[in-house]
């Protein structure tokens, strides 16, 4: 199984500043053949369930703002909020796809 | 527009069994595998397994053999996820997920796109 692990547990950033949340996986995710890292990021905010943002590793899913951007390869990742809103407070998770079973990271809580 | 519509909340005894359907709708629901995946109160996301809507065909997660079950009726584009031997530690709020196709090699794999607003589960004697 693919242990996922994401830093910081949680942040508070200004409105307008950046967010940045790291996230690990315990073995690499990117398939060669294509040059895919099958990684994704989640948004999920109170009482919802979790939003796609991010997939393979770096491209933004129809409809999320450009503010999201996602990095990396291989085993080590980032999001970063580039200018923080009110309405990104929330939990971020990062997950594999590359192998089953599929996992998430625990979960990074962004606040103002 | 893509909505999956889940089943209420459930509470059910230690030793039970639960169903929780997952109906979809605004899509082609043949084309579309559909995962499940739980969180336990203020916990992490576990991905539990899927079921492909046109074949029947279903994977489950290891931890999850012999207690989870993936039927779909193709008539009124439902999904279910039954699970028994419920324990204390299966409350949780069970999500549907629609999967689009990803292909690893000869491998298919999935990325949730579209979720379902989550059931309940809640087990306690």
């Known amino acids: 199984e693919i242990v996922m692990t994401q830093s910081p547990d949680s942040l508070a950033v200004s409105l307008g500043e950046r967010a940045t949340i790291n996230c690990k996986s315990s073995?690499?995710?990117?398939?060669?053949?294509?040059?895919?890292?099958?990684l994704a990021w989640f948004q999920q905010k109170p009482g919802q369930p979790p939003k796609l943002l991010i997939y393979?590793?770096?491209s933004r899913d129809s409809g999320v703002p450009d503010r999201f951007r996602g990095s990396g390869s291989e085993t080590d990742f980032t999001l970063t909020i580039t200018s923080l809103q009110a309405e990104d407070v929330a939990i971020y998770y990062c997950?594999?796809?590359?192998?089953?079973?599929?996992?998430f990271g625990p979960g990074t809580k962004v606040d103002i | 527009q893509v909505q999956l519509v889940q089943s209420g909340a459930e509470v059910k005894k230690p030793g039970a069994s639960v169903k929780v359907s997952c109906k979809a709708s605004?899509?082609?629901?043949?084309?579309?595998?559909i995962n499940w995946v739980r969180q336990a109160p203020g916990q992490g996301l576990e991905w539990m397994g899927w079921?492909?809507?046109?074949?029947?065909?279903?994977g489950y997660a290891q931890k999850f053999q012999g207690r989870v079950t993936m039927t779909r009726n193709t008539s009124i584009s439902t999904v279910y996820m039954e699970l028994s031997s419920l324990k204390s530690e299966d409350t949780a709020v069970y999500y549907c997920?629609?999967?689009?196709?990803?292909?690893?090699?000869?491998?298919?794999?999935?990325?949730?796109?579209?979720w379902g607003q989550g059931t309940l589960v809640a087990v306690s004697s």
């Open positions: 997920a629609r999967g689009r196709t990803i292909v690893r090699g000869d491998l298919i794999r999935w990325l949730f796109d579209y």
């Open positions: 605004g899509y082609s629901f043949s084309v579309y595998d």
């Open positions: 079921m492909n809507p046109n074949s029947g065909n279903t």
């Open positions: 073995q690499s995710v990117l398939f060669r053949s294509n040059n895919k890292n099958y």
């Open positions: 393979w590793a770096s």
């Open positions: 997950q594999q796809y590359y192998n089953t079973p599929l996992t």
